[in-house]
């Protein structure tokens, strides 16, 4: 049973992608991955097979339609009697269905947000259309795994889909974390640098922090807006925007950081309800948190005191949350860091992964 996979990413800093395919490599099934090239194609070391589709197309939204075909014309030419066929997200789901039904193979679909919802398309003409492809394509969804249980709800509700909730944490880290003693603190904020992720909030929030600066680690569409907003602000000095980094870099500097945040914006349901994968990334460096009252930010919350919540969005009010976290520092927050890090870790969702997967395997070949 081989596991074709595909996804509109160039995969080199997709680490939910990367966990699954490796833990299904790891447990003996034999896995291929497609990609693209879109923003690029960083070398990469992976113990399976992989291919980037190459694009021509200048705009994203041409480059969404030309990977539909190739995409299709790939899966076509790589998959077998013996395939299942991995989706991720829904920008990748029509050629999976087309394939899956020509060939009459399994299909699992990772949805790893509420696409239709998230800021970037809302209130756009595609998002009409990806609303269109959501609506034929989810219903009757026979596997299918999602990031969140609030996600799970959402498209349970919406579309009658039973799905198996895989969050998107890192592997447990179990040598000890060295917390630094910075005579500068660190606030960092990291992953991509877009609409709705309240890095503008953190940038007039640092106006109110003394002894600290903001590191923005990622990059993005709204990179440019930022570091123009920070220059405005007279906050050049103390926001530092590093760039993407490779994951294994980001967890070095992840690991020096004194605060970690998670404040995104209610931008819709896809925001809303989204568990980033931020919040575990800082918990397992042992990094207390500021993060916003969102639904599954929350239930981390009420499970472990890893941080402060933040009711809103007022940069005094946040400044008051990192004030707090900076005054109490790492170590008064590390016992709880330590039994959340114990819980919420990869190595607990992977034995749902090869549940689903073997569920496949008996349901579909002998």
Known sequence: MKILVSAFSNLYTDQRIEKVCRTLHENGY???????????????????????????????????????????RELMKRADSGTVLLANDLDALLPNVLVARKLKIPLVFDSHEIFTEMPAIQGRWTQKIWRLLEQKLVPGMRYMMTESYSYAGWFKEKYQVDCVVI?????????????????????????????????????????????????????????????????????????????????????????????GLSIEENGGVSYLYSLPNKVSDYIQ??????????????????????????????????????????????????????????????EHEEPKILALFEKVRKENFR
């Open 30 to 72: 034999p896995v291929e991955l497609i990609g693209n090239d879109w923003g690029g194609a960083g070398k990469m070391e992976r113990p399976y097979p992989y291919f980037r589709i190459r694009h021509k197309a200048g705009s994203l939204r041409m480059a969404y339609a030309e990977f539909q075909w190739k995409l299709y």
């Open 167 to 259: 969050r998107n944490i890192p592997r447990i880290i179990t040598t000890p974390v060295e917390i630094p003693e910075n005579k500068t603190k660190i606030v960092l904020y990291q992953g991509v640098i877009n609409q709705s992720r309240g890095i503008a909030q953190a940038i007039k929030a640092m106006k109110q922090v003394d002894g600290a600066v903001l590191k923005i680690a990622g990059d993005g569409p709204k990179r440019q807006e930022y570091e123009t907003l920070a220059i405005e602000e007279g906050m050049a000095d103390r926001v530092i925007f590093t760039g993407k980094l490779h994951p294994e870099d980001l967890r070095k500097l992840t690991c020096t950081a004194d605060v």
């Open 285 to 346: 460096s042992r990094v207390p948190l500021v993060m916003i009252n969102f639904p599954e930010m929350m239930k981390v919350y009420q499970d472990f005191k890893v941080g402060e919540i933040a009711e809103s969005h007022d940069p005094a009010h946040l400044a008051q949350k990192i004030n707090t976290v900076l005054q109490h520092g790492r170590h008064f927050y590390l016992p709880e860091l330590e039994k959340a890090a114990a819980v919420l870790n990869w």
